[in-house]
């Protein structure tokens, strides 16, 4: 089985710096983590923002079938 986890040994949030025990696999904070999530939520809901951006193209290529 292939590992996919962090292969850094770093424990320093990407976001905040912020030494912390426990990170996702992505090098995020809890907090951080969160903050993102939520920041996503408001921009999908409200229509706006880059990530509504970016999953708006990449739904045109797939039913388009572009890359």
Not at 16 to 33: I, N, Q
Request: aromatic share 4%; hydrophobic share 30%; glycine share 4%.
């Amino acid at each position: 089985m292939i590992d996919l986890r962090r292969k850094t040994k770093s424990n320093t949030c990407k976001i905040c710096h912020k030494k912390k025990r426990k990170l996702s696999a992505r090098g995020l904070c809890e907090d951080c983590s969160k903050n993102r999530n939520v920041s996503a939520i408001f921009q999908m809901r409200a229509k706006e923002g880059p990530v509504y951006e970016k999953w708006k193209k990449n739904l045109r290529s797939a039913i388009l079938g572009e890359s």
